[in-house]
């Protein structure tokens, strides 16, 4: 299990800034310690344990990157074009012992190893052959097209750092080193459950006062791009005491608990109650909007390995969305002993006005376009609420207004953040 502190702060003061809620995280979490031996072909997506250092150069050998000539570049003319003897031939997999000599050419292709004394390679298409010999224009630099031992990556240095995270490139660059399984930090499980008693499953009948549980779909989607081990369980009535038993249950299993829906202060919302039933509660309200209601706890026993982290969302879609990307996916990669991500910020053109109150952070949910004059402006969507699913697919990400601001005028810049930078998918 994971290990947590559980010392509390008082939360009935002002709200958190969401920059705060993500420092206590940090603080507050230790990362998972076991670890395993994975082959690459399935660590996609996985914490690597420990630095990988490299145990072969690459290239392993100076070999000609185009097809083309190897020649000595002292051989050249120093003005005008170069004929030269084409003395041999060397193909990519090949090992032949073959060494240039003076006013020689060796037709040579890509990856294959560079002749003993050659130094430069010319490309085939910008040569041209004449009775046995090859007609070399000028003006190539010394060591043109050619790729040396270990200028990629050199034998014994640290090529990822533990706690990378890894994508597709990762593993190409760890199959390129000769590796074939790779230490991995475990994989971070995670329970994930809907609370209302409003909600239903899909494919099953809808009730006259009931709507379709979105955010367990949703949530477990964000969740698995993270490399964690989603388990399901489903939809919890609105009972304090079915809640506590199921939020107890869940932490002895689990790494990290995520629910949606019921940690307000409505008289319909039970999460809170529960969660300090079973546990101790870090914070519960963050300045951010969509989505003020955000707990934090610590849920299990006195020992570490007896605990997990809890996380509650809000209820709407597309606060609990952002939620997650801002609250649960640091605590998930902190959990995973990940390297920190901050979701990629870009700078775009406001072409809309909106107030807002300073002290809160607050996402607007925006389409960019290019503009007459070439510059990328933002277009806000129609619907503000925190309930519109719809707007998540209409747009492409969000405009994220800092605490100090409280106006966005037309032609202001803002930071542009995509859905799939928030995501955090590899």
Not at 148 to 164: F, N, P, R, S, W
Not at 166 to 178: D, N, V
Not at 318 to 346: D, H, K, N, S
């Amino acid at each position: 299990m994971a290990q947590l502190t559980d010392d509390c702060f008082a939360f009935d003061g002002p709200m958190m800034t969401l920059a705060e809620a993500q420092a206590q995280i940090q603080a507050r979490i230790t990362p998972v310690q076991e670890t395993q031996q994975v082959a690459l072909s399935v660590a996609r997506g996985r914490v690597l344990a420990a630095e990988v250092i490299a145990p072969v150069n690459l290239p392993p050998f100076d070999n000609s990157a185009v097809d083309g000539y190897a020649v000595r570049h002292a051989d050249l003319a120093s003005a005008g074009e170069t004929r030269m003897l084409v003395a041999g031939r060397l193909q990519a997999g090949v090992h032949r012992d073959i060494a240039i000599g003076a006013g020689e050419a060796i037709r040579i292709f890509t990856g294959a190893p560079m002749p003993e004394g050659a130094d430069t390679v010319f490309m085939q298409e910008d040569c041209r052959l004449e009775a046995g010999g090859v007609i070399l224009p000028p003006g190539l630099n010394r060591g043109a097209n050619c790729r040396l031992q270990g200028e990629d990556v050199a034998k014994g240095h640290v090529i990822l750092k533990a706690g990378t995270r890894l994508g597709a490139q990762h593993i190409g660059l760890l199959a390129a080193m000769g590796l074939k399984h790779v230490e991995l930090r475990r994989r971070i499980r995670v329970a994930l459950f809907s609370t209302g008693d409003e909600l239903a499953e899909a494919g099953q009948p809808l009730g006259a006062a009931a709507i379709y549980d979105a955010n367990r779909p949703l949530l477990a989607g964000m969740a698995q791009m993270l490399g964690v081990e989603v388990t399901d369980l489903g939809i919890l009535a609105d009972d304090e005491a079915l809640l506590s038993r199921a939020l107890a249950g869940a932490a002895q299993s689990h790494d990290l608990v995520v629910t949606s829906g019921g940690v307000s202060t409505g008289e319909a919302d039970y999460v809170k109650g529960a969660v300090e039933s079973v546990g101790t509660m870090a914070f519960w309200r963050i300045a951010i909007k969509p989505g003020r209601p955000v707990a934090f706890a610590v849920l299990g026993g006195a020992t570490p390995d007896s605990q997990a982290a809890f996380a509650g969302l809000p209820g709407n879609p597309v606060a609990a969305f952002i939620t997650f990307a801002q609250v649960v996916r640091p605590l998930i990669l902190r959990l995973a002993g990940a390297l920190p991500e901050q979701p990629l910020a870009i700078p775009v053109r406001s072409a809309f006005a909106y107030r807002k109150k300073e002290g809160r952070r607050e996402y607007v949910r925006v389409s960019l376009r290019r503009s007459s004059d070439g510059a990328i402006e933002a277009s806000k969507y129609r619907q503000d609420g925190a309930g519109v699913i719809s707007s998540l697919t209409a747009t492409d990400g969000l405009l994220e207004l800092p605490e100090s601001m409280s106006a966005l005028e037309p032609g202001m810049q803002a930071n542009f953040i995509s859905y799939a930078a928030f995501m955090g998918a590899i």
